[in-house]
């Protein structure tokens, strides 16, 4: 009964002392805090958001599930359960840096290369703007050609990751971007129709690359894998890969780790001038 009087009175001693510290936290709360808690609350959405369609968001999930645990055992004074759980979040944090590390890689490579502002940041902006608006206007006349046809194409239209990796995987063209050209190369008798070509700097420059295919294992079974490697591709760059289905003809778009569906000539046109060209110049 003591046992039980004692660890009563250290629950609400516990408890006591929180609302204390949630009194105090409120009492000198300053703009300095507001601060704190915004950017707080911004980078933890856009790491939710950035691990939210990836394999690794699962196990983030369940690392929260053990820190709330932890929390509450040290709240309620549960030494040996808060004893256990503490113990591995300590030896996890090298585990999760080693599990985490094609995720971390990927975000840091975006930070870098400052994706977030797009492409028409410098330069002869107005050159740019014409190169690139033509460009889109031949894939999206020869992607409605090879929809019509129901013939398979896999099209990257790289921002600001570089994909000189994925570049080399193909043969090196280095070719304005041509409707009439494109139809030929993912003609199913060509010898390069199966890999995917590569947009960099408003020109062809390589065909029959080999992209990454995604390690997700949510996604519907029908997608074949032009759209798996679509997706992968999208996981690991910035950049906008268009997909034309062989079964269907369907149009389908991978961008920052998903797949939209059910795009024609019109709608795909604005889709690129809005990420390509920025949104103000969206038609």
Same mark, same amino acid.
């Given at each position: 009964m003591n046992t039980l009087l004692k660890a009563s009175v250290g629950i609400g001693d516990s408890f006591r002392a929180f609302f204390t510290s949630v009194k105090d936290a409120f009492i000198n709360f300053g703009v300095a805090d507001a601060f704190d808690i915004l950017l707080l609350a911004t980078l933890l959405f856009i790491a939710f958001k950035f691990l939210k369609s990836?394999?690794?968001?699962? $196990?983030? #999930?369940?690392?929260?599930?053990i820190v709330v645990l932890t929390l509450i055992a040290f709240?309620?004074?549960?030494?040996?359960t808060y004893y256990i759980f503490s113990s591995i $979040?300590? #030896?996890g944090v090298l585990a999760l840096i080693i599990i985490f590390q094609p995720e971390i890689r990927d975000a840091l490579e975006k930070l870098g290369t400052g994706s977030v502002n797009g492409i028409m940041n410098f330069g002869d902006q107005k050159k740019k703007r014409l190169l690139y608006t033509k460009a889109i206007d031949q894939i999206c006349s020869a992607v409605n050609d090879l929809s019509r046809t129901k013939t398979g194409a896999l099209?990257?239209?790289s921002r600001t990751v570089k994909l000189d990796e994925i570049i080399e995987t193909g043969i090196s063209l280095n070719a304005d971007v041509n409707s009439f050209l494109l139809r030929n190369i993912f003609f199913n008798k060509a010898p390069l129709h199966d890999g995917a070509v590569v947009i960099d700097d408003a020109k062809i420059a390589a065909a029959g690359c080999l992209l990454p295919l995604t390690r997700r294992t949510d996604l519907d079974g029908d997608l074949g894998t032009r759209h798996r490697a679509a997706i992968g591709m999208s996981e690991t760059s910035d950049a906008i890969i268009i997909v034309v289905s062989e079964e269907t003809g369907t149009i389908s778009v991978a961008y920052d780790c998903t797949l939209t569906r059910d795009y024609n000539a019109e709608s795909l046109r604005h889709f690129l001038?809005?990420?390509?060209v920025r949104k103000s110049d969206a038609k």
């Open positions: 990836r394999k690794a968001g699962a $196990l983030l #999930i369940g690392v929260a599930v709240a309620f004074g549960l030494n040996a $979040l300590k #030896i099209i990257v239209f001038m809005k990420k390509i």
